[in-house]
């Protein structure tokens, strides 16, 4: 019995420090597996948060690019409207112009959409041939009334989808 007695001491204070040792390594591991876990969910975050600030970005610029668009097809039709003394076929030249750079414009933006039933509709509304016989042929009233049409129910679905993201920025993640 003086054996144990003497042994006992010695083996619980080692059994001790092995399983404080052994805890110790536990709660490390824990720790490092939390901190992962953190890490990646604040990247996840901040990618969401990148994410859908490209979107509104691209989304706002694709939203203005198509009121242009809008504009000036209205403007021409309008200018078609003017009596013949009135008309300066510049001006009508100059809209055209116009038009066609913010269709190019509109195409860029239109490759970038995430959302591609969005993407389907703006090419839609964007890809109606304006210039069939050039691009210094001023198109007719009824053809300007059709794009014009065209462009606006893009231009609706758009701010729909704006709004949308805004709401979800606006909700948290």
Not at 42 to 61: A, M, N, Q
Not at 72 to 79: F, G, Q, T
């Amino acid at each position: 019995m003086s054996n144990f007695n003497t042994i006992w001491p010695v083996a619980s204070f080692v059994l001790g420090a092995a399983l404080t040792q052994f805890n110790a390594h536990l709660t490390e591991k824990r720790q490092r597996v939390r901190d992962v876990e953190s890490r990646r969910h604040e990247y996840s975050k901040l990618f969401l948060e990148g994410k859908r600030s490209f979107e509104i970005e691209v989304l706002t610029d694709l939203h203005r690019s198509l009121t242009t668009l809008s504009n000036a097809a209205d403007e021409l039709s309008k200018w078609h409207r003017i009596s013949d003394d009135e008309r300066d076929v510049d001006v009508a030249l100059e809209l055209c112009l116009r038009i066609q750079v913010e269709t190019a414009a509109a195409w860029r933006l239109d490759g970038l959409l995430f959302d591609h039933e969005l993407s389907r509709q703006v090419g839609n509304s964007i890809g109606i041939e304006l210039f069939p016989n050039g691009p210094k042929v001023i198109p007719g009233e009824e053809h300007l009334d059709e794009y014009a049409d065209s462009v606006w129910e893009a231009h609706a679905e758009v701010a729909k989808k704006l709004k949308k993201v805004y709401e979800l920025t606006q909700g948290g993640l």
